[in-house]
């Protein structure tokens, strides 16, 4: 059952603990642990179902005092298909590739001496998500597939949903012979307050929420922390751009799914088409009920043309509406769009719509975000969509991981150097050996 | 010239747009800028040396004052045979591998839809080192290499020096064709700072230094930091050891180079062969000049041979001695050792002397360290000797670069996503196209 917060520092330790553990454990020990915490989702689908109803029930009543919204409280909603779907998902994630124990460099140095850099866990995870009651099990499930610890921190209106799975998804890591302490859930505010504290004991950690909830998390913490608070991306249509892909790549960029990180939030349009192809794109937008607050060029043209538009401020060029509203600018071409791009973006997705490649070039190359693109929509940017199998988050940090991020975020690197008896002072000095530093193959373990 | 600290946010915007040129930059563009550089230091070497030679006045009177240490003073001397080095240092980073634009994943997502993973220089990357005057050219050179801007902040004892090497450094590159902003030169403490407040302008640290200067810089920024601050290392000596070895691994670890971040600062020897061994172990450092620490079992068996040995006190087990003093501990085997070295070690690089297989791959799968060593003296964790062509610093970091670190933790990556006018809505909902997720080769240029 989840800890009171003054026993997180003892937990966080049993999680370290337990993360060695992890560490020697097989591929397959790790695979079989998930898989049988899939079956007993389903086998313990009456316990689940009927902690939602009391989450459900609380929430209601949070709907009426107004204390949450509508929208969150389905969210919230869990029944027999999704259940069944959340199963499928731990199940899958078994399936994935295995991101531990990758050798990413090996390289004979002398006879007898072999260096070898792997892929090794980070250790323990905290996972600090808000509501919906399936990203306790998709998290976890990552985690331990990657030999990781996980400390789960949920929302409190998932509280009971929470318990139940991780119930049952503890119970079958232990049965499945998973070490105790690599899945640990904890609750309240004060907990999150804890956890940020523990650098040395957490390793990584992974917020899932918005933007309020994940800066804050950055902002308060030394752990490194893998995510993203804003997605302030842009599409900047170029005076080459091929008018109809303008106009679908925006309306699907912003309309699509407006709350999304992935989703356009400022529209960027050379000065050189702005009379011609501007009007097309936001009649199409407008249509689908986007509000246009323009840079005074926008809104002359736009008005022109009759079509509706406020006026945008300068806060606007930085603010991430989630909601169908888009600043739009007129530019003098893809050099001032690439400096407001750098200036005012979040480094999370850009695109180019052009059809000159000297521009294409220029914007990809100095555009400094975790994802250029050129001629596709902004949505496109997420690791399902990139192949990656499973998404761990959308990282725009420089260091670590960068973009959609898969399984591979929540592994680092160890080199293992395997001697004969080598000791360095026969490596310098004037009758140094040399290094021989021959490219090899195979596994480490081999050799010994 | 370098500048003053309260123009330090804005050239480091300048920086900023440096980087950005940088980025469109050609490997050859760089390469030659660092040769013209190489080529310089030969050609102005007096107005160098009489720089240093101001550099050493002052360092004398600040002997004489003890201010600073007479082996500092000596490590800041620069001549003609130095110089030379230096300049062939420049040149062979030249003629390293580009780090930058290597591919590392493509894959179409669908027909025309095609998925890039890059690496591309991090932007701005701020240098803060301690004395020596060879520091600023390497990292400067290593910087421009893997395509970012640099800002360079040394020690004051080699003001002059520094300045020197900056100005023929940054005239050749400007003259190379580099954008003016790429390499800047700050000064004083304030100027620390101030660069460490610019999360955002600053993408990346890279301290080199001591232990105190190098935390002061880790606790005190946002920014990223790439490198160390402690270097305790253990070998633990294992009951199946082959006495030769471990005699000689350990006199190794421990003398050849006390101060080094990688030599040996702590012993663990299984109880087994603690009678046996430690002894042996124990003559062959003391006649080194090694002051040993010992546990309570290790006074005792060392004192039974006659060997000289102080007490141990709680504290030594994290203390790192830069000097010739051993903490030496007598532990019941291969978990307690792994135990002690997880909870007091640094994370840098670890070693178990060993002939029994099972120990040996429970030690390195579960110390929780840079580098772990089989049958290998710790001396051996270093860039230069892993084959890495020039190392950038030691991180111990989880995040991003680990271990040895090369020109690889001077880049990140970028998804370019090259479409053909594509957008999401056709990949989701009833009649969703799916996705190829083949992977493809060849340059994501020839595409445009």
Redesign the interface.
Known sequence: MPLANDAIAESAAEA?RAS?SL??LSREARDRSLKSAAVAMLLRKDEILSANKKDLESGLTLVKEGRISRPMLDRLKLDAIKLAEISRMVESVASLEDPVGKVLLS?E?DEG?R?Y?VTVP??VVAAIFESRPDVLPQIASLCIKSGNSVILKGGSEAKESNRAIFRVMEESFIEAGLPKGCITLVEGRSAVEALLKLDGQV??IVPRGGYDFVRYIQ?NT?I?VLGHSSGLCHIYVDGSA?P??AV??C???RV??PAACNSMKILLVDSSVSESLLPKIAVRLVESGVVIKGCEKTLEILGRNGIPAKHASEADWSTEYLELVLPTKVVSGVDEA?DHI?RYGSKHTD?IISED?AN???F???V??????????T???DGY???LGAEVGIST????A???VGLEGLV??????????????D??GKCAKP?T?RKIVGSW?KW?
Not at 368 to 377: F, L
Not at 397 to 400: A, E, L
């Open positions: 370290r060695q560490s020697k390289i140095m001496l260096l850099k980070f250790g390793d990584l902002c030394r490194p091929e109809d892909k679908e790549i309306h699907d960029a699509q799914y690439i750098n695109s490649t294409v070039r220029r990809l190359t100095m400094d975000s975790s994802t250029v693109m050129h001629n596709a929509s949505r496109f940017s969509r990139y192949g940090n420089k260091v670590h960068r973009g959609p680092t690197t160890k080199y293992i150097l395997l001697g004969s008896g080598q000791v360095v002072s490596y310098v290094f530093h373990e010994l």
